[in-house]
């Protein structure tokens, strides 16, 4: 009987473990890859030269049913303390962010210009590297330079670039890609990462899915 019982317990971890890989390898791309083509995915971004060696790189993409012009004011004041990330806020309260999502557009938050900060919380966040209207955003962190300084080719710890393109139909396809560079120790850091991949993912398809409502809706 204890044979017996050890044998199934040996099955049952075996057959959680192939579980746990499957998913790894099925689950993990679409979530990366969320709303993106292949193409998509694999093409290169503004801002991707920026970090050198990412430890993580995800691409997501949604159609919005209005033109770029309708779309970009949404994305021009998102931050805490400005228009908020129309992700879900009362989870980013709950860790104290203090965040709340707008659902109008503010004329004095659309100025943006490089070197601005795009706050996360209590001053920490990213900074614009480039801010093309109605084309793309390029925001980027880094713990190389001091925030003031403009971050090189290499450089920046962390790029979040958002790219609006007019479809066929007159819509926008906008295309968020995020990369994230390595830190010492290594190990650590791919473990961070893990940790960090499904709350990104959660966080940020909510995010597209806000501004796609708000643009349209407007």
């Given at each position: 009987m204890h044979?017996?019982?050890?044998?199934?317990?040996?099955?049952?971890?075996?057959l959680?473990?192939?579980?746990?890989?499957?998913?790894?390898?099925?689950v993990?791309?679409?979530?990366?890859?969320?709303?993106?083509?292949?193409?998509?995915?694999?093409?290169?971004m503004?801002?991707?030269?920026?970090?050198?060696d990412?430890?993580?790189?995800?691409?997501?993409?949604?159609?919005?049913?209005?033109?770029?012009?309708?779309?970009?004011?949404?994305?021009?004041?998102?931050?805490?303390?400005?228009?908020?990330?129309?992700?879900?806020?009362?989870?980013?309260?709950?860790?104290?962010?203090?965040?709340?999502?707008?659902?109008?557009?503010?004329?004095?938050?659309q100025?943006?210009?490089?070197?601005?900060?795009?706050?996360?919380?209590?001053?920490?966040?990213?900074?614009?590297?480039?801010?093309?209207?109605?084309?793309?955003?390029?925001?980027?962190?880094?713990?190389?330079?001091p925030?003031?300084?403009?971050?090189?080719?290499?450089?920046?710890?962390?790029t979040?670039?958002?790219?609006?393109?007019?479809?066929k139909t007159q819509?926008?396809?906008?295309?968020?890609?995020?990369?994230?560079?390595?830190?010492?120790?290594?190990?650590?850091?791919?473990?961070f990462?893990?940790?960090?991949?499904?709350?990104?993912?959660?966080?940020?398809?909510?995010?597209?899915?806000?501004?796609?409502?708000?643009?349209?809706?407007?």
């Amino acid at each position: 009987m204890h044979i017996t019982l050890t044998f199934a317990l040996v099955i049952l971890i075996t057959l959680l473990a192939m579980l746990a890989v499957a998913g790894y390898f099925i689950v993990r791309p679409r979530i990366l890859h969320w709303g993106a083509t292949s193409l998509e995915a694999s093409r290169a971004m503004a801002g991707d030269n920026l970090i050198s060696d990412a430890i993580l790189v995800t691409t997501r993409a949604i159609s919005i049913n209005v033109g770029p012009e309708r779309v970009w004011p949404w994305l021009a004041q998102i931050g805490q303390g400005r228009g908020g990330f129309y992700s879900y806020d009362w989870l980013e309260n709950l860790m104290g962010l203090g965040i709340h999502n707008y659902n109008q557009i503010v004329p004095s938050l659309q100025n943006l210009k490089p070197g601005d900060l795009i706050p996360f919380w209590r001053g920490a966040g990213v900074n614009v590297v480039v801010a093309e209207p109605r084309r793309f955003l390029v925001l980027a962190g880094s713990i190389i330079k001091p925030k003031e300084q403009t971050v090189g080719d290499g450089e920046a710890g962390g790029t979040w670039v958002f790219t609006l393109e007019e479809s066929k139909t007159q819509g926008t396809r906008m295309i968020v890609r995020s990369r994230v560079a390595k830190f010492q120790p290594v190990w650590l850091s791919k473990l961070f990462m893990r940790v960090l991949e499904p709350m990104h993912f959660i966080m940020e398809q909510k995010m597209l899915r806000g501004i796609k409502e708000r643009a349209e809706r407007e």
